[in-house]
């Protein structure tokens, strides 16, 4: 019974539902397994290598039903709509932990280190001073602030922002199943979040300014970019967060959209200056438009709806 119900929740966490639906309830109210051999094949096998949980994620992963297209095939959708049989791959959202996570590594910015203390990423002020308390929630510096999400310092009268926006538990009780919901909040956080603009800002510096990209002064487009490997850049960077090469049209859509806050950038000193969190009191130059709109433009790429499903 223990080793079934370890696999059917390892069997959930990659394909969103469990073998048996209801992963809190083996008993007379709970569902019957939908493959009930095969939640027997993943228990036994689990024993068998020692209860090794790595060995159990490289049997469910290189299977061919995990590595089936997540396109919906409308005729199965007729006769199985919740997809209880996985006629295709189950698309869902990301976990809180694993979509900041993503968001780093698309950064080029996570630390890998292993163990140690908690850590505070940065988040909105005022958070943690609703708490019993009013504790102070002081971001942590250097490589420490790019941990990896489950080093997060986590206070129960006042969850992680970013966390609490897309469905992560308070931590009050063990939970077996998350909920999952779909709300503005989570639009506005990946939007206008601290640590969010933050990471922006690393993968704009990352790509957009690896190359030599400068606003043309003689072109017929006067806010175009220009250098040869801006699409080269662009590619890169969408890749880097969404895993996939950008198709001609995708490529031509940032490009317009980058040049569009080049435009507007050099309208606008101060949103540069806000944006990029430097001194207002200073001169800005050509190269700090340019490093704003190549953020703005990661920006967008982590807001997409593709960068936060697992698909």
């Avoid at 469910?60 to 791959?89: C, E, G, K």
């Avoid at 063990?174 to 206008?192: D, E, I, K």
């Avoid at 006067?222 to 801006?230: C, F, Q, T, Y």
Wanted: hydrophobic fraction near 40%.
């Amino acid at each position: 019974m223990t080793a079934r119900v370890v696999a059917n929740r390892h069997w959930q966490a990659f394909f969103g539902t469990g073998i048996v639906k209801t992963v809190d309830d083996f008993g007379l109210q709970g569902e019957p397994p939908t493959h009930p051999e095969l939640l027997d094949y993943l228990a036994v096998s689990l024993m068998r290598d020692g209860w090794s949980i790595k060995k159990l994620h490289r049997r469910i992963v290189s299977s061919s039903v995990y590595r089936q297209s997540s396109a919906t095939d409308t005729a199965a959708a007729v006769i199985d709509p919740d997809n209880r049989w996985l006629t295709y791959m189950p698309r869902f959202r990301l976990d809180a932990e694993i979509l900041r996570d993503s968001m780093l590594v698309g950064a080029g910015m996570l630390n890998r280190k292993l163990g140690g203390p908690p850590v505070r990423p940065p988040q909105p002020a005022g958070v943690t001073e609703v708490a019993y308390g009013a504790p102070k929630w002081d971001a942590s510096s250097g490589a420490d602030r790019y941990r990896r999400s489950l080093y997060t310092f986590s206070k129960r009268t006042a969850p992680f922002a970013m966390f609490s926006a897309f469905d992560a538990p308070s931590g009050e009780a063990c939970l077996a199943q998350r909920t999952r919901s779909n709300s503005p909040l989570q639009a506005l956080t990946l939007l206008n979040d601290l640590m969010v603009i933050e990471l922006s800002r690393a993968t704009g510096d990352r790509f957009g300014l690896s190359q030599e990209t400068e606003v043309a002064a003689d072109s017929d487009s006067p806010n175009a970019v220009e250098g040869p490997s801006v699409d080269a850049q662009l590619s890169r960077m969408f890749r880097a967060a969404l895993t996939r090469e950008p198709t001609p049209a995708e490529l031509e859509m940032l490009r317009k959209f980058l040049e569009a806050q080049v435009t507007a950038f050099k309208s606008n000193p101060t949103a540069v200056a806000k944006f990029l969190a430097i001194d207002e009191s200073t001169e800005v130059k050509s190269t700090d438009i340019q490093r704003a709109a190549w953020t703005a433009t990661a920006r967008v790429l982590f807001g997409l709806d593709e960068f936060q499903p697992r698909e």
